[in-house]
């Protein structure tokens, strides 16, 4: 399948500084990444949906000056948390789409934030 | 996006099939049923997904009814590292397809 890599696997910043989570799809083209959000024992929340070279589509509640998404190539897509507080620790997932292949997203191996 | 009801937790032993069922009784006629599972702290990995037939892969295989309300994930063999979560989502062809999450089936292989 294709692959969809996540750096860093985890990250521990201090309250108050901003921390970027990259996603790259590996093997194909991904005209469509999407950022999901994952508290411990729920399910994945989409924070929002980007498309190459246009703004990003943010979900309902989830503030854009605060997460800040830049999905600049096909290959590559950048979730920044500003200003980051402990409420903010998660596990942050990416998913990219293959323009290519049709439906299927594919993930990658998730972000484990911790702001201390 | 339809919504999906799936079993809390479900259990199986190593070397049988687990069978994994899922509800969708308001899927629309354009949604395909998709299958994730999820290992602990990790990213939702693809399985399967099917539209109105049944659909086989190297990893399960999908079973879904003829009135489309109702579909059920099969591992034919169930190893102890298929533990994990296991999500069943109704995702329409447009709209960027977006997966709506449920909190899915925790199924547990035991030895």
């Known amino acids: 399948g294709a692959v969809v890599s996540q750096h860093p696997s985890w990250v521990i910043c201090k309250s108050g500084t901003s921390v970027k989570i990259e996603c790259r799809s590996l093997d194909f083209q991904a005209t469509t990444m999407f950022w999901y959000r994952q508290f411990p024992k729920q399910s994945l929340m989409l924070m929002a949906t980007s498309n190459e070279g246009s703004k990003a589509t943010y979900e309902q509640g989830v503030e854009k000056d605060k997460f800040l998404i830049n999905h600049a190539s096909l290959t590559l897509s950048t979730l920044t948390v500003t200003s980051a507080h402990p409420e903010d620790s998660s596990f942050y997932i990416c998913?990219?789409?293959?323009?290519?292949?049709?439906?299927?997203?594919?993930f990658g191996q998730g972000t484990r934030l911790t702001v201390v | 996006d339809a919504k999906t009801t799936q079993p809390t937790s479900m259990d199986c032993a190593e070397g049988r099939a687990a069978n994994l069922p899922c509800n969708h009784s308001?899927?629309?006629?354009?949604?395909?049923v998709y299958w994730y599972r999820q290992i602990h702290s990790q990213g939702p990995q693809y399985i399967i997904h099917g539209l109105k037939n049944n659909e086989t892969n190297e990893m399960a295989s999908l079973i879904i009814t003829e009135d489309r309300k109702s579909s059920t994930l099969i591992l034919p063999h169930a190893t102890l590292r298929d533990t994990a979560v296991y999500y069943c989502?109704?995702?329409?062809?447009?709209?960027?397809?977006?997966?709506?999450w449920g909190l899915g089936t925790s199924l547990a292989v035991n030895p």
């Open positions: 989502i109704a995702v329409n062809a447009g709209n960027n397809r977006k997966l709506i």
């Open positions: 998913s990219a789409r293959d323009r290519g292949r049709g439906t299927e997203a594919f």
């Open positions: 308001t899927i629309s006629g354009n949604e395909y």
